[in-house]
């Protein structure tokens, strides 16, 4: 028995190991992904599988996040700026430090007045995408017989920004097309069914008869959730976050420095933050995760706030249950308005929706694509497998149903998922990615009552 769960330990540390070196690898080939969910968009080459012989697409359901967005206050650098301005006013800063001092300020400054709202690099990212579906799917915007797209926006005001550059390209490729586009409190409803996602402990009178089951699961979660992300740890003998290599090219004397500083810990947490922000405000011409950190320290930081995400967001042990049944509107949305565009005297090219990575990442995971394995798993594990919220949760994050039709009037789907094509786990394909709707259809409904179960019990 306890060889056994030695072999078990030590293959646990193995995979924990080998996941960490992937994620330093990752941050070496772009520092920019250690930003988690404020990652911007990442436009990589685009493969399709060809479709079965005779079908043709014919219309889109489309949900895409918010591009790149400012964040929503501008307190996250003040522990770094009164650091500085502290340790600069006893001429403790060396001329690096003095640098590094410029860029958080920098990035702190352009935040003030833009909080929350989209940037431009937010804006380009939504023409692109809607430019590449254009030129991916050419016949869906050149069927005579359906010129309408419909769009429908969270009531965010950088959502609705995010629709509009996204139109807008569309309306370049094809402006002979009816655009029609909404935006109110009673679609919220299916745009981000997110916000009524009771928080840990809690269940809002419509859910009080969930199942025991289902509520100490609820329960269980909350004593975890509360906690603030943890840093990565390193196991013994491998590289770990150093302060004191990081901070000493800052400081003329490193020891005075920390004497100051106290625990350096949330002054460099602060730098880690605003470093992040450089990506998606990309005008300002300043990198500080390239300049200043390693991967490996990149990493230390990420970890905590990765998990974080797939906690609140995605298919966890602990929150899943919640996840998969708050975000069900969403998926029957896409179901019924498909239904009604797939009819013969239907004039439907595509409807689009813009919304919130609290919507897109439920909705993944109630169909069971959340993680690239289909895996489910608790969730301080979520960076040990391989689940990483900068390709699973970046800015401009999106899902697309597209639908092709053969003469005979039969109906396949494919789902990608940020332009990918994704299998879909339980469905048996037709060939590729591509699935009979019908039995889509009744897949995704199965999902949807499995989800409901335990609440409706």
């Known amino acids: 028995m306890k060889k056994l769960l030695l072999s078990s330990l030590f ?139 419909n769009s429908f926006s969270s009531t965010s005001f950088r959502c609705i920004v995010s629709m509009c550059n996204f139109t807008n390209s569309l309306t370049e490729k094809c402006p002979k097309h009816e655009f029609t586009f909404t935006s109110a409190d009673k679609f919220m409803a299916y745009i981000n069914p997110s916000l009524n996602i009771p928080r840990p402990g809690e269940v809002p009178a419509p859910r009080q008869t969930m199942s025991a089951e289902a509520l100490a699961r609820l329960r269980s979660a909350s004593g975890s959730a509360s906690a603030a992300p943890q840093g990565y740890t390193p196991a013994t003998g491998t590289p770990g976050y150093d302060f004191k290599r ?15 500083l106290g625990n350096p810990e949330p002054f460099v947490r602060a730098i880690y933050t605003t470093g992040g ?45 919640v996840i998969r049944y708050a975000i069900i509107p969403l998926l029957k949305d896409f179901i019924e308005k498909a239904d009604a565009a797939i009819q013969p005297d239907s004039h439907r090219a595509a409807d689009l929706r813009f919304g919130h990575d609290t919507s897109v990442l439920p909705l993944f995971a109630l169909m069971g694509v959340d993680d690239p394995q289909n895996r489910v798993f608790p969730y301080r594990e979520a960076h040990n497998n391989g689940w990483y919220a900068f390709f699973q949760i970046p800015m401009a994050t999106n899902c697309q149903f597209i639908f092709y039709r053969n003469k005979k009037g039969e109906v396949l789907t494919k789902v990608l998922y940020n332009e990918k094509e994704i299998p879909i786990p339980g469905v048996e394909p037709v060939s590729g990615p591509y699935y009979r709707w019908s039995e889509l259809k009744a897949h995704f409904y199965n999902l949807i009552d499995k989800a409901a179960a335990p609440w409706n019990a």
Request: proline share 4%; glycine share 8%; with cysteine.
């Open 11 to 149: 293959l646990a540390l193995c995979l924990s190991l080998g996941a960490q070196e992937d994620a330093v690898r990752l941050f070496a080939e772009n520092p920019d992904r250690a930003a988690n969910n404020m990652h911007s968009y990442e436009f990589n080459p685009i493969q399709d599988t060809k479709a079965p012989k005779g079908f043709k697409p014919f219309y889109i359901s489309h949900y895409g996040r918010h591009g790149s967005r400012y964040e929503q206050n501008s307190t996250f650098g003040r522990a770094a700026l009164e650091g500085f301005a502290h340790l600069d006013s006893l001429g403790l800063l060396t001329d690096s430090g003095k640098a590094l001092y410029a860029d958080v300020n920098a990035v702190v400054e352009a935040h003030k007045g833009m909080e929350g709202s989209l940037t431009p690099r937010g804006a380009r990212e939504h023409k692109m995408l809607a430019a590449r579906m254009y030129e991916r799917f050419p016949k869906v915007f050149k069927n005579k017989d359906r010129m309408e797209i």
């Open 277 to 321: 922000l450089c990506q998606v405000i990309d005008f300002l011409g300043v990198d500080i995760y390239r300049k200043y950190f390693t991967p490996e320290e990149l990493v230390y930081f990420w970890a905590g706030g990765n998990d974080s995400l797939y906690r609140m967001w995605a298919g966890s042990v602990e929150n899943g249950d």
């Open 246 to 260: 990081f901070l000493t090219p800052l400081f003329k004397d490193y020891d005075a420095a920390l004497k100051e």
